[in-house]
């Protein structure tokens, strides 16, 4: 979405509201619900979305009138932010609002838990992302390859940056994906398999992108992801490790979370495969000395994925069922115990040649 | 310390055993004593050392022959990974070595707990610093300023990254720094506030090369800035937020960790300075709204670090018990509260012009 588009949409917030001031009417806010029962699992699409369920804040509903005004004082921010090309993290935001109201000892905002969930308000509200308001979360992860990017005037040859490669920042939407050689993008969990990777020079012999999450990827991350799927056509496969935190981590780049399920459409990438750490794999490459007893919060994360409707496809109750049985986990890591080389060598070639993945 | 020097001090350690066997005494490993007793802070080079103490690990005393094959098992291996110019993870380390002993239901390890001591006893007993290892830690931290650094064969001119930055990897030993254009290193304790400097520009105005740690800093971060300080001659500033927490961070930078005492001379940067966030600045800077109250844990840091022998210095003493006194801390962000601008057109290159710095 165009920046144009963006202030458009928060100038029309503001108009609706002097509207109805003007008609003496109480002053309001729509927006669709975010709670459990309007989460819905799209399955054709592959992600959580929200569903049609709509709830409003009212003004002169002295239960909202204190969330009313923090939204409009946000709205009024981030349009700021987009008009002057400025971005700001979230904690910037808090800061930049909070202060005590002239004449009263009311603070417009006490703490960052209050204006956090009504950033995701405004959000679903005006149906942008909040780096589309220019608010940034957190940045984490890298990413190595031949593909040239364009960023703020430099291009920037991901392929000739050694073995550091390129930091993703927390907001990636003025990325121009200028030109690319590449067959697919690899989404890797840890960071000490990517480093592995970048030596074995994976990349380059594979001709893929490497993306580093390293752990829960951040929504720089998430979005970079989604946006090289979606522009340059490129199948994404994701390696991660073999338990129900790597599979959570991978379920949350496919197909989105509970809590932000109205950004799955943007920032998911439901086309996505697992390439492994699987289950079978610890037979099929006889791993089973190096792997790890399950842990009691690992067993009950298990049953808590095995309730998420794209853990019930067939294959993944297989593995999730599997793994209860065999009572371990095992880490991407463990591949060491066959050579240093055998992840770059065999495992990631053969499986993915013989698409020996997970949906 | 070059390759060859390492691959002598692995060897060497090798025939002092081999002649122990062919003399038919008991093998043994001398290493310098890590626990607290041995562990100095060195005024004159401000940074924490160990002391003279030694210990012997021997083969024929039942209570050391595990650790003593263990410790030859990785010595053996990390001598194989330097030959073949291969790096791995010390999570890779174990799982190469994991397995059952021949003949015997004996594992050589059982878990990633009993090889990561015994790394840092080789890096004691040889001198040598784990990455000279080929061992890797994890990596985190983005650089960012006009310096071209070469990196396996690509040159890497860091000032055309976009906003992006490198990502620092874990190990930086074969990074050489080409030539650059700067007056001094900018290290930043969060991933936001790099961010921020980096929208303003700071580095290019500033002329100064930044590195965020995105928290406690990783190895390769304190080796890199390390490098930039004694092989450019640049020096370093830090930039934290204004709590017990922040504080410890910048001291680890500086004087180094107990834990690591070994390592400080090659990890620490012991001249650097802190420019804030300080108790000071909230007066100065009048942000006493936009401060947070200490909790119980906070004030229980402040009393454990005014114990460490460099916050003993009159300005560090002083900051702790105003911190202590006005019962609030303050984190960088906070300073978005005047502008998004103000940290980096007024606050720091004031503080950095006229020196007002923490030692």
């Known amino acids: 979405m165009d920046e144009t588009e963006v202030v458009r949409r928060l100038t029309k917030l503001g108009e609706e509201i002097v509207e109805e001031i003007r008609l003496e009417e109480s002053p309001r806010i729509r927006m669709p619900q975010r709670g459990i029962g309007n989460i819905i699992f799209n399955e054709k699409k592959n992600i959580l979305e929200l569903g049609n369920k709509k709830s409003t804040r009212s003004f002169m509903n002295v239960a909202h009138s204190r969330k009313f005004m923090q939204t409009i004082l946000i709205a009024n921010k981030c349009k700021e932010f987009v008009g002057r090309d400025k971005t700001a993290s979230i904690r910037e935001l808090y800061y930049q609002l909070k202060h005590t109201i002239p004449g009263t000892k009311e603070n417009t905002f006490d703490d960052q838990s209050e204006s956090d969930p009504l950033i995701v ?99 720089g991350c998430r979005r ?78 298990i049953k808590e994925l095995l309730q998420y409707p794209w853990f019930r496809k067939k294959q993944w109750k297989k593995e999730l069922e ?17 050579s240093l080389e055998f992840v770059a060598e065999e495992y990631l070639p053969e499986k993915i040649e013989k698409k020996v993945m997970l949906p």
């Open 224 to 301: 970079l992801v989604h946006r090289l799927r979606n522009e340059l056509n490129l199948p994404v496969i994701m390696f991660t490790d073999g338990d129900p935190w790597g599979y959570y981590i991978y379920s949350v780049m496919k197909a989105g979370s509970m809590a932000l399920a109205h950004e799955s459409r943007r920032l998911g990438t439901p086309s996505m495969n697992l390439v492994g750490m699987t289950m079978t794999d610890i037979d099929t490459y006889g791993l089973d000395k190096v792997t790890e007893t399950l842990k009691e919060v690992d067993r009950k994360r």
């Open 121 to 219: 308000d405004l959000e679903t509200a005006l149906g942008v992302l909040r780096e589309e308001l220019h608010l940034k979360a957190d940045d984490k992860g890298t990413l190595i390859g031949r593909i040239r990017i364009e960023d703020s005037g430099d291009v920037i040859d991901c392929s000739k940056l050694g073995r550091s490669g390129l930091s993703v920042p927390s907001i990636v939407e003025h990325y121009k994906f200028m030109d690319f050689e590449a067959d697919y993008v690899l989404v890797i969990e840890t960071g000490a398999m990517f480093d592995r990777l970048v030596e074995e020079r994976f990349h380059l012999k594979n001709d893929c992108i490497m993306v580093s999450t390293k752990g829960q990827a951040a929504r």
């Open 322 to 338: 599997l793994m209860a049985k065999k009572g371990v986990r095992i880490e991407q890591q463990a591949l060491a115990s066959k």
